[in-house]
């Protein structure tokens, strides 16, 4: 047996999952909790480090949707959602609000060690960073209000940004001069504009470059890099 290193959270209000499944992890080598509902969540991450949350969407009082949103906004713990919703747009908003993979009902259990292993080796790739919620940006030629999808130049010229490039922009100016790989890059703008395929990535920075730098072609703010991935190289200016 695999010497136990990540603790697992099981939150799912149907006993016959949440038993047999705490078994199947605990012998693939996972340490695990168990609750019922976002009470009993909250209770054991008061005393317990959970380094994953599986977690159900379809539980009476609190849902798994409303659990993942505040998961988000206060504790950033990595979540897997278990849904038996089949529509893609259900998905798509489990995403929205925070989560960093779902599963359809009923699942295989291998497949879920699979998914968890994958959003654990995410989580553990992404390095430090300084993380901007509000306030002002400055980059070379253009200025950023953090809580406005636009960019302004030197002008007073502004362009809009999608809800996709806004959150590219801010993800790649939060990780400035790291690069960055498009599994990472997915991850940090998971949501409706996010299609879960790398070329979205792709897509979403060709259009950005066309919006920020004076040659899109030679880009100098966003850099390309060998195997995939990016950073952001321009001038930065925090402003108060």
Known sequence: MT????????VDDERDITDPLATYLNKHGYEISIAHNGEGMDKILLRVNVDLIVLDVMMPGEDGLSICRRLQEKNKIPVI????????TDRIVGLEVGADDYLGKPFNPRELVARIKSVIRRSEMVPHHKKLSTGMV???RWRINLSFKEIIDEDDVVTLLSSGEHRLLISLIEY???????????DMTKGEESKMFDRSIDNHI???RQKIEIDPKRPKIIT???????SFVGQLEYLT
């Open 3 to 10: 010497t136990l290193k990540y603790h697992i959270l099981i």
């Open 81 to 88: 959602l278990l849904t038996a919703l089949t529509d893609e």
């Open 138 to 140: 400055k980059f070379d």
């Open 176 to 186: 400035a001069g790291i690069i960055l790989s498009r599994d990472q890059l997915l």
């Open 206 to 208: 060709s259009r950005l």
């Open 224 to 230: 390309t890099h060998r195997g995939g991935g990016y």
